[in-house]
């Protein structure tokens, strides 16, 4: 297997730790989600647990109890994929290091 841009040892110990394999959102996502629930009265709907097969939708309700229950699973996602502390996608998890190099990048979680 290729060397990766950055290796697991490498990755910040906010994001990932090795010893315990346990990944964490960044401290400033999870703030900026939790101002979001607060400002659109989801707070207490996001410390309830979601609807069985629930997995979003287009309607008003449903982007709501999306942002409530399943963003921060689509952030995890998107994050493990850039992290791949289990190279399982080293092809991409190098290829966002070497885009993001770049200086200027958009990123869409779209379904």
Same mark, same amino acid.
């Given at each position: 297997m290729a060397k990766r841009f950055i290796q697991t040892r490498d990755l910040p110990k906010t994001l990932w730790r090795n010893d315990s394999k346990v990944m964490f959102l960044p401290a400033m996502l999870v =703030?900026? #989600? $939790?101002?979001? @629930?607060? *400002? !659109? !009265? @989801?707070?207490?709907?996001? @410390?309830? =647990?979601?609807? $069985?097969?629930? *997995? +979003? +939708?287009?309607?008003? =309700?449903?982007?709501?109890?999306?942002?409530? #229950? /399943?963003? !921060? +699973? &689509?952030? &995890? /996602?998107?994050? @493990? &994929?850039?992290l791949d502390p289990h190279h399982d996608l080293s092809e991409v998890a190098d290829t966002y290091a070497s885009i993001f190099s770049g200086n200027e990048v958009f990123l869409a979680d779209l379904p």
């Open positions: =703030e900026q #989600w $939790k101002k979001l @629930l607060e *400002v !659109n !009265n @989801l707070d207490d709907m996001a @410390l309830t =647990e979601a609807e $069985k097969g629930f *997995v +979003g +939708g287009i309607t008003k =309700e449903d982007t709501d109890k999306h942002l409530a #229950w /399943r963003y !921060n +699973g &689509s952030c &995890s /996602r998107i994050i @493990l &994929s850039l």
